[in-house]
């Protein structure tokens, strides 16, 4: 530990500086990121954007109207199940109910609940809107020059620019983002803009969408929804229809158009018509001569000569159909989507389409009562190859179960379907989930999940099919409204494959994961927070068992109405990347990272965020990673040498 003290001086001068600064008696607010951030933390996955956020932040910049949102909306908050959307929106819609407390009393939310509704929803009056204009740009500046611009194998600039516009009024919305890695030479390598109507009956978009029918099989967005403390509403998430593409990502989006219409049988029943069309170059390895695509390239990144060949060389045709018929408790749905590529698609990738063109087919369901929902979905790829899911949640008294099966052949592929289970993709997978949540009362509430699963059959890493095992349980309980406690314990199983001595051992691998965190409201002010997670790895008799420990600590400190400061200090010390701890950062807002803490070191930033004026504010971050016994940091481009670095984002944001 003596590293850890010889190393953090600067940082923890900067951690309490927020801290004793100053104490004034303002007023008390949620702290929208520590909210955003707990569901949407996702295990051993790093992604610099999270899709998810995107969405959820448009709830913050426009708090979802209860007196006309839809349960499918309503369902998409965490914590927040399709059963209990219904009941919300019933009270609000039928009996009038105008306050979120009012709402709680009734349905004996959680504190927990309590909150998500308060950040992400309103109720108001159904009448015209004032126009809103929105606009973000964000820099990342790195203080130390990557391997990329080291050895000149990247082509453009070390700017790093994201640029968002977006407008509404009424019925009518616009929007238009831009985004330049460091490395890639023009300013909107990265493009995405769309144009949307919403009428009585009928819903226009024009520009990039996502398409999200049934349970996901073969249409969903870019964001998975994966297993997290969400125990419940997460296993069953349903939906049908499209929406503007907010993302940065370059991937599992469509350009073109989409109409819905809605055509009205009873007063509580109607049928849904949709049609989309999409035309847009994907990036690909392609091989023109031979007339094939080998690979189709979703990292994003257009900064070498080979990433930059890749760049929209697949052309790309789609054309989706879709018929629901939906009423006060059930909905059933058809869909045909229509996929046609310039070459033949010949990539192993569970996640791309296999051939030149063909149709995938779905048919999906869902009946719900105040107290039980059900859905399903049987759905058929371009090969006949056959997918399967079904999901069901049930309310007895304070306790809530979840059930969800997937079931998807070893050849089966949908480029833009997501699967609720271990891997990415609806590919090569079964599996049960079973999930429960105890409401003990409003201030203590238990979670625990288990997820039983296999393969079909071998895998891209493993010569036979893979087996195994996840069990999650977490305590979650307020002491009073300003200090909470939440213990968590997780175990994982799984069959893999490890060379040792020139020879490969197959195994199940074990992991242990252990974690408690504290969260205080100190004053009207002051939130702390700190959490410590351990972690225990076990190879069988392949190898030694392995370990890792995290401490963090954060702040969150409102100095003046109008200034927001946070600052959190982590320590890690791991056996190797294999052992690595996870960690979330969602700072400044509309930016999500979720980071592989590994090895002995520590990583501290600090941030702000100053609303100028009613229409302008600024946020920065600067975050600090220093690391022992190593001469480099990263891997293979994005390498830097020595065994420190430093960032700063800096974030402008008007409303007007």
């Known amino acids: 530990m003596c590293f850890f003290f010889n190393v953090k001086k600067n940082a923890l001068f900067l951690f309490f500086f927020y801290f004793f600064f100053f104490n004034i008696s303002l007023f008390s607010q949620e702290f929208e990121q520590e909210i955003l951030e707990e569901y949407l933390e996702q295990e051993d ?37 399709v059963n209990l959307s219904g009941k919300i929106l019933h009270l609000v819609k039928k009996q009038n109910f105008n306050s979120i407390d009012e709402i709680a009393d009734t349905l004996q939310l959680s504190l927990k609940q309590v909150r998500i509704l308060k950040l992400f929803t309103t109720i108001e009056k159904v009448d015209k809107k004032k126009g809103k204009l929105y606009y973000r740009a964000r820099n990342r500046i790195n203080f130390k020059e990557t391997k990329g611009f080291e050895s000149d194998k990247f082509q453009g600039s070390p700017l790093y620019l994201y640029q968002r516009l977006s407008a509404e009024k009424n019925e009518y919305k616009i929007g238009f983002l831009t985004k330049k890695n460091p490395g890639e ?39 998975r929804n994966s297993k997290s403390s969400n125990v419940v509403s997460s296993a069953l998430q349903y ?10 990502t370059d991937y599992k989006f469509f350009r073109g158009a989409a109409l819905l219409y809605k055509l009205n049988v009873t007063e509580q029943s109607r049928f849904n018509i949709s049609l989309s069309y999409s035309n847009i170059d994907r990036s690909a390895t392609v091989d023109a001569a031979l007339g094939i695509a080998s690979s189709v390239y979703t990292a994003g990144y257009y900064r070498t000569d080979t990433e930059i060949q890749k760049k ?58 105040d107290n039980a929902s059900f859905a399903f979905e049987l759905s058929k790829d371009a090969r006949n190859n056959l997918g399967a899911k079904a999901a069901s949640i ?76 996840e069990l999650f349980s977490e305590m979650d309980y307020f002491f ?30 074990g992991i242990f994961i252990f974690r408690m965190e504290l969260k205080y409201q100190i004053d009207k002010l002051t939130r702390i927070r700190l959490r410590n997670e351990n972690r225990l790895i076990n190879y069988e008799a392949v190898k030694g068992n392995e370990t890792g420990v995290l401490l963090f600590c954060d702040i969150q400190r409102k100095f003046f109405s109008n200034f927001n400061a946070y600052a959190r200090l982590s320590l890690h010390l791991t056996d190797s990347y294999d052992s690595a701890i996870w960690q979330y950062e969602s700072d400044p807002l509309g930016y999500a990272l979720s980071q592989a803490l590994y090895g002995k070191g520590l990583r501290a930033y600090g ?26 940091l990263g891997s293979g481009l994005n390498e830097t040498t020595g065994s420190s670095n430093q960032q700063l984002f800096i974030q402008l944001d008007m409303k007007f």
């Open 239 to 248: 939906r049908n229809g499209f929406s503007p593409y907010r993302s940065s």
């Open 607 to 632: 941030g702000f965020k100053y609303e100028i004026f009613d229409f302008l504010a600024l946020s920065a971050k600067f975050i600090a990673v220093k690391k022992a016994n190593v001469e480099k």
């Open 185 to 223: 030479k023009s300013l909107n390598e990265f493009y995405s803009g769309y144009f949307s109507a919403e009428f009585e009956n009928i819903e226009l978009l024009l520009g990039d969408y996502t398409l999200r029918q049934g349970l996901g099989n073969i249409l969903w967005s870019n964001y």
């Open 394 to 469: 049930l309310k007895i008294e304070n306790l809530d179960l979840a059930f969800h099966y997937r079931n998807f052949s070893a050849e089966y592929r949908s480029p833009f379907g997501t699967i609720f289970g271990e891997t990415y993709a609806p590919n090569n997978e079964e599996g049960l989930y079973s999930g429960a949540k105890w409401f003990v009362n409003q201030q203590f509430t238990l979670s625990s999940y288990i997820d039983i699963w296999r393969t079909h059959k071998e895998t891209s890493t493993l010569p036979v099919p893979q087996k195994g095992i």
């Open 312 to 369: 929209a060389s697949l052309p790309e045709t789609c054309f989706n159909g879709s018929l629901q018929f939906e009423s006060k408790n059930f909905s059933l749905g058809a869909s045909i989507l229509n996929v046609n590529y310039k070459y033949s698609v010949e990539s192993n990738a569970k996640n791309a389409f296999f051939g030149k063109d063909g149709n995938l087919s779905t048919l999906y369901s869902m009946f719900h009562l």
């Open 480 to 509: 009073d409204q300003d200090l909470e406690f939440i213990a968590r314990f997780a175990y994982k199983n799984k069959t893999e494959q490890k060379t040792v001595q020139k020879e490969k051992k197959l195994f199940q691998k």
């Open 45 to 81: 996955e790093e992604d610099p954007v999270s899709k998810y956020f995107d969405e959820l932040e448009s709830y913050i910049e426009n708090p979802l109207n209860l007196k006309k949102a839809s349960i499918e909306q309503l369902s998409k908050l965490p914590e927040f199940s």
